[in-house]
């Protein structure tokens, strides 16, 4: 046991310098000695009895260490980092061998090592695949994101003291959901300003964000990993400009979190924006909740960054390979998504209290993006009204987050009967929202333990592009003809669009329902709308997922385009072909033009939604569009009733 007193860490901190010195000056130091044994001084008798008060200090010191480690365990398994209880009737022997094998293969302990032969099964292959080497940084973000801790306090006091009304985050996918989820969660406190999270190219919803805001007293946080994101730019390019009509100095509304060395803090440079915070490339977009990219936004909504990172760092280590790995509650939980998955219980659904159900979404695209590849994958479903027992498959994993202090009585009694009907159930408590530190850690740990159950990487995404290239190629062919290529629709109905799909003939209803007769047990529906998101369209969809999975007995899933697209979208390309898909989008009533470019939202978002259909169609996915003409509630409301 080597002791430094905090107070000599601190100093060393500060102006200490790190140096060889006990080899220094030697023969002074004899000279001293020999000088004291002429003064008549025991030096032996001394170091004796200096050694005997030493240890006896020592042990004292020790026994106080054990005993804190003590409380420590004791208060971790009481439920400082939120009790988890899995129920899975037969399926636990299974989960049980897993981590016994993990434990004789020290698993553990080589995760926290950062060792890539956890997920592929030698170090050539793992040479092959950089990602395994440079995406694990996230273990060890929140030890190091708390030295920053007091640089982004600081700078969240400069914006309220430049009175700033008004945060607006411009970012997709990884660069978007955890703030969006710790704004749904905590709201910003008092003398903070509110966030709003803009990850949609719809031109209706750019307008509703544009009438809200004064451009003037509004920060606008560029958040890109890459610095490269096709609508991030876009949306930065529109506002910078608008921003410019108003301010002499647009720049200093504009702050920047992207990779070191991106082509977007170049931008920022030339641009002189306000800030810029560059994030450690070695932490994945998708696992980068507690670092810049989550941190920023919420210390700008006066969120507790100390409170959060405290949960996430006692998550961590109740998680560390140190803890049998049969305690060790992120390891528990990503061996129990996985061995279920492969026993054909692919579908992890999320019921959360009501306080952090913004929660499934963030969850949502960790999963769905990190194991949804090779044919293989864990879906999440976040946000489905959970149901009696008679409306399921056997397909389903059952995950519980419950919050003290919210009202859970209706989902406690629909998880009861559920694990009743014999339904596998994990339980997850919360004691606060900021335990939302904790889950973040615990859930990027076990879908990294559930990428390994699996024999996938979990730390790459390979059909994200696809849909991407497709846009990309359409855009080129807009701009050298002025319009975006287009099929002819294969049926025109009350202003409706149909496209794709398996039957030649027939109304709209007929040809839904052909399309539906596909569906298999143990399938999936989702829905994908590129459309503008309002509580009118979240409701429809959400009465229309209802009565698809009550009548079909299937999981259902809704994704809004283009966010989606960093979400979902690489499962729905790269997992098993469960999925039956139906796509919608809508022509706007109002266009905006891209600023520096040559196309407009609307075209950008229509090429977004034509892409993703031809990258599905191409990989033989069940598939079938329908481009509303009409307003997309009314569209929305023809389609739920042709299922209801």
Same mark, same amino acid.
């Given at each position: 046991v080597m002791t430094v007193p905090p107070a000599t860490l601190d100093a060393f901190r500060d102006h200490g310098r790190a140096r060889p010195s006990l080899t220094e000056d030697l023969a002074e130091a004899f000279d001293v000695l020999d000088a004291v044994k002429e003064m008549g001084v025991d030096l032996s008798k001394l170091a004796s009895e200096l050694e005997t008060e030493g240890v006896a200090s020592l042990e004292k010191c020790f026994d106080s260490l054990m005993i804190a480690l003590a409380r420590k365990r004791d208060a971790i398994l009481a439920g400082e980092v939120g009790t988890q209880h899995l129920s899975l009737g037969r399926y636990e022997f299974a989960v049980g061998e897993r981590l016994k094998s993990w434990a004789k293969m020290d698993v553990a302990r080589r995760i926290w090592s950062k060792d890539p032969t956890v997920w592929v099964s030698d170090r050539e292959e793992a040479a092959r695949t950089p990602e395994l080497a440079d995406r694990l940084g996230w273990l060890g973000i929140a030890e190091q994101m708390e030295d920053e801790l007091a640089e982004l306090t600081d700078f969240a006091r400069e914006v309220r003291r430049d009175r700033f009304s008004q945060v607006v985050l411009l970012g997709m996918g990884g660069s978007s959901l955890a703030p969006e989820v710790l704004m749904a969660t905590l709201g910003s406190s008092c003398g903070y300003p509110p966030l709003t999270v803009l990850d949609s190219t719809h031109p209706s919803h750019l307008n509703h964000v544009m009438r809200r805001i004064d451009l003037a007293r509004t920060l606008f946080v560029v958040s890109s990993k890459s610095g490269t994101t096709t609508e991030t730019m876009s949306f930065f390019k529109l506002f910078y400009k608008a921003v410019k009509e108003v301010a002499d100095e647009p720049g200093k509304n504009f702050v920047v979190i992207t990779d070191p060395g991106s082509p977007l803090e170049a931008l920022a440079e030339k641009r002189k924006l306000r800030r810029v915070f560059t994030s450690p490339r070695e932490v994945g977009g998708r696992y980068s909740a507690l670092t810049y990219f989550g941190l920023v936004p919420a210390a700008l909504i006066g969120a507790d960054l100390h409170r959060l990172l405290d949960r996430a760092l006692t998550m961590g280590h109740a998680s560390h390979?140190?803890?049998? &790995? @049969?305690?060790?509650? #992120?390891?528990?939980?990503?061996?129990?998504?996985?061995?279920?998955?492969?026993?054909?219980?692919?579908?992890?659904?999320?019921?959360?209290?009501?306080? &952090? @159900?913004?929660?499934? #979404?963030w969850v949502e695209q960790l999963i769905a993006e990190s194991t949804g590849k090779n044919g293989k994958g864990v879906l999440p479903i976040a946000g489905e009204r959970v149901g009696p027992p008679e409306v399921y498959g056997s397909d389903r994993l059952f995950v519980y987050l419950r919050v003290e202090g919210d009202d859970n009585e209706p989902s406690d009694k629909a998880i009861a009967a559920l694990e009743a009907a014999g339904q596998p159930v994990v339980r997850i408590r919360l004691d606060e929202r900021e335990n939302l530190g904790a889950e973040f850690f615990r859930w990027e740990m076990a879908t990294a333990a559930a990428g390994a159950v699996l024999g996938i990487n979990p730390f790459d995404q390979p059909d994200v592009e696809a849909a991407k290239s497709k846009t990309r190629d359409l855009m080129k062919a807009f701009q050298r003809s002025g319009v975006l290529p287009a099929e002819a629709p294969a049926q025109v109905e009350g202003g409706i669009e149909v496209y794709g799909g398996t039957s030649t003939g027939g109304s709209l209803d007929d040809r839904l329902t052909d399309f539906l007769g596909q569906s298999l047990p143990g399938d999936y529906v989702a829905l994908i709308a590129y459309i503008a998101q309002t509580p009118q369209t979240d409701e429809l969809l959400g009465q229309l997922r209802l009565t698809l999975r009550d009548r079909l007995k299937l999981a259902t899933v809704v994704g809004y385009g283009p966010r989606y697209l960093h979400s979902t979208g690489q499962l729905f390309k790269g997992g098993d072909n469960r999925g039956v898909f139906i796509l919608m989008s809508d022509t706007p009533e109002q266009d905006i033009a891209v600023p520096e470019e040559q196309y407009t939202f609307g075209t950008l978002i229509a090429a977004q939604a034509l892409g993703d259909y031809q990258a599905m169609g191409e990989r033989g996915r069940r598939l079938i569009r329908f481009h509303f003409k009409c307003p997309a509630v009314e569209g929305l409301k023809r389609l739920r009733d042709a299922v209801g």
């Open positions: 390979h140190c803890v049998p &790995i @049969a305690d060790n509650p #992120s390891l528990a939980l990503g061996v129990a998504l996985g061995e279920l998955a492969l026993a054909g219980k692919d579908k992890v659904t999320l019921v959360t209290s009501p306080s &952090i @159900a913004s929660f499934g #979404s």
